[in-house]
């Protein structure tokens, strides 16, 4: 077994680099889109075009011509009444401008504007992946449709391990500044025809020295106590320093408790 593993390391890691160019869409560089054009691409947002959400908003999927071929892109609607969503929309561009690999989705072009009721209005236009996420694939009861209502081979989750292994090796240590997805969880990694994994959604990523990264190139980053991810998939050092801080707080209040006590006590004497 340790042999197999050994083998399949290597095997992964001499593809780790490579990036996709089978896909027309992704092989040209594309000027931002309109509100228009996503509303046709998804048939006015049709719940029959939704294929899923999360924290932030929903994604949708879509159909643009590229020299008389139809090109099939995921589209992520942000919900920017949602708190955050728009610091979020911010850091995956900053994020996903920079990064090609084949094992992270990659992304096309963006739009900001206003939609047609004169709202603001942001998406994300992504790479589209066709065999839904790990997530699906591991609990099968959640899966919608019948024909991918597979099992997973043990040989193949080591191969999904190691290309999600792959994705991080290269955003922590191939580029710069490195980035921190912070959200790592199977909802988080789809799969393609091959079953090859590709981990999505960065929403909550971190940029890594983000001083130096905004005054030489202009981006922004904010730095937080608020734990970032799934509870469930959060680092332990994470849920650690805010167990840390609620423990702080707490004795805070009692100090402050006890105070009022005493001073009331005085008060009555």
């Known amino acids: 077994m340790f042999s197999i593993a050994t ?4 095997k992964r890691r001499v593809k780790s680099n490579t990036v996709y160019q089978d896909n027309l869409f992704l092989s040209e560089t594309h000027e931002r889109v309109s509100y228009d054009e996503l509303r046709s691409a998804t048939q006015s947002f049709s719940p029959g075009n939704l294929i899923g959400s999360g924290s932030f ?17 995921a589209i992520k609607v942000l919900n920017l009444n ?10 995956e561009c900053n994020a996903l401008r920079r990064i090609r690999h084949r094992n992270l989705v990659k992304v096309i072009t963006v739009c900001s504007g206003l939609d047609h009721n004169g709202g603001e209005f942001k998406a994300l236009v992504l790479e589209f992946i066709c065999n839904g996420s ?38 922590h240590h191939n580029i ?10 199977p ?23 983000a001083e130096l990264w905004k ?15 799934t509870i469930g998939y959060v680092p332990p050092g994470q ?15 009692l100090l402050l408790l006890l105070l009022l006590i005493l001073l009331s006590s005085a008060s009555f004497q």
């Open 239 to 253: 849920l650690l320093l805010l167990l840390l801080l609620l423990l702080l707080l707490l004795l805070l209040l």
């Open 215 to 229: 005054k030489n190139y202009g981006g922004s980053e904010s730095s937080s106590l608020a734990v970032k991810g």
């Open 82 to 91: 949602l708190r955050g969503a728009s610091r979020s929309f911010l850091t």
């Open 134 to 171: 790990l997530d699906e694939w591991l609990h099968s009861n959640t899966l919608k449709n019948s024909l991918t209502a597979k099992r997973l081979s043990l040989m193949r989750r080591l191969h999904i391990a190691l290309d999600v292994a792959a994705a991080l090796e290269y955003l």
């Open 57 to 73: 908003g929903n994604v949708y999927i879509g159909t643009f011509v590229v020299d008389d071929n139809l090109a099939t892109v």
């Open 7 to 10: 083998y399949c390391c290597i």
């Open 176 to 185: 710069e500044p490195p980035i921190v997805h912070c959200d790592i969880k």
């Open 187 to 209: 909802s988080n990694i789809l799969l393609d025809d091959d079953l090859v994994a590709h981990v999505t959604d960065f929403g909550l990523a971190k940029i890594m020295h």
